[in-house]
């Protein structure tokens, strides 16, 4: 008995060895392919072309999943935070080479492990068909003579198209706020605006402006591109006009710092194919987006240009101004460390600090401090919405306030808190639970 119960003990061992070490092979369920950017938009649609072909190529399901907010900063700080064991993907996009220099987030594109770029597509201008400027010239010309002021529109402020733009303007002497930028967030809603006669101009990649380039309602006036794109080959480069300029965004995907190495290349392995795959080729000149294929080191070799190249743009005092917003990203967590600063040095004079019987005060003041700190970390991953509104219950709860009252009150402060920083004031807060 004794030998049969040693080597029963033996087997089971080994089994349950066997079942905890390997875990499968990668990948053994679905993955998330994290975009920063809202459904709709270019990098919304090549996110979804990628994960469809991606899917078949790993035969596990591939999500894509919107995380907006911060310019950016949001869904790239998903991605960047995600456990690095390969089921976490992100659509990295030009912005990750921006966002630091912006002073927006800490994150830069070291954070992640570049598996493959798969587009690149150059800024172009584009005016209205019936617009009185045939030639990036005769644009030129006009912002030169100091008439009526331009606007132009493409994206959110201080992103890449607005930064295109003020190259261009501090590349033929002006300065890069010489076309006052409207912010809005997207070249779709940018180039409805600049038919509806909102605004002059827009600078955006060419795909983005496709159908009213094709149907007459926009003529673009260059792209900036060292070479006309066989996609539209009827729209001249800048440099054809004599301005050496050119600057593009591009899309591609990464994995957070520290993924294994061997789930880097089986990664690596199906992008490639996916890469070559006439569908996505095919999907993507029907779009007239550019398939550009680079590999992890490649990759990582352009993400250290573009991030070297527009720093040194955006760290000059002209583009500092004109990239900057009213108010950032860190306003509240920031208002916030302001208030606590406030309450301590208010209490640290008064003696509310002091242990011959404030301890009361004390308590509160800490218990305050965690409820904020509560918020805090709970803001990325239910939204701003969710989680102010759920906390904000819960402290009026807390401090005798009836139910329906407090309810009420919550959701209606909540509410008109994300109106006014989101919608007026323009800040991007994070979306959270409502991004899926």
Known sequence: MTGRSSTGSALLALLLLSGCSGGGSYPDRPILLVCPWAAGGGSDRVARQIGALLEQELKVQVNVVNKTGGEGVTGHSEGARAA?????????????????????????????????????????????????????????????????????????????????????????????????????????????????????????????????????????????????????????????????????????????????????????????????????????????????????????????EFDARLGAFLTRPEFRTMTAGPVGPMAFPGGLALVLAGALAVLGLTGGLKSDGSAWQTSRLLEGVAWVLLWMALLAPLGFAATSSILLFGLM???????????????????????????????PLPRGLLAF
């Not at 890469?275 to 007239?288: I, S, V």
């Not at 009420?408 to 808190?417: C, E, H, Q, Y």
Request: aromatic share 8%; proline share 8%; with cysteine.
């Open 397 to 427: 709860l807390r401090l005798g306030v009836r139910a329906v009252p407090a309810f009420t009150a919550s959701f209606v402060l909540v509410g008109a808190v994300y109106v006014f920083f989101g919608h007026v004031l323009r800040v």
């Open 84 to 304: 690095a064991d390969g089921y976490t993907l992100t659509l990295l996009t030009v912005e990750i080479n921006m966002l630091h220099w912006r002073g927006l987030t800490r994150m830069t594109w070291k954070d992640f492990e570049p598996v493959m770029l798969l587009n690149r597509d150059p800024a172009a201008i584009l005016v209205r068909t019936e617009a009185p400027w045939a030639t990036l010239k005769d644009l030129e010309a006009e912002v030169r003579r100091g008439g009526r002021p331009l606007r132009a529109a493409g994206t959110a402020a201080g992103a890449i198209w607005h930064l295109a733009l003020g190259g261009w303007l501090d590349r033929i002497g002006l300065p890069p706020s010489a076309i006052p930028w409207v912010s809005i967030p997207g070249a779709a809603p940018s180039l409805q605006e600049l038919i509806a006669g909102g605004v002059d101009l827009v600078c955006c990649s060419l795909p983005e402006a496709r159908t009213l380039i094709t149907s007459g309602k926009v003529r673009p006036l260059g792209v900036m591109s060292p070479r006309r794109l066989d996609a539209f080959p009827d729209v001249p480069t800048f440099r054809e006009q004599g301005v050496d300029w050119s600057m593009d965004g591009w899309r591609g995907i990464g994995v957070p710092r520290g993924t294994p190495r061997k789930v880097v290349d089986v990664l690596v392995g199906a992008l490639e194919k996916v890469a070559a795959d006439p569908r996505y080729l095919q999907a993507m000149a029907t779009a007239g987006h550019g398939a550009t294929a680079e590999g992890p080191s490649a990759f990582a070799g352009t993400l250290r």
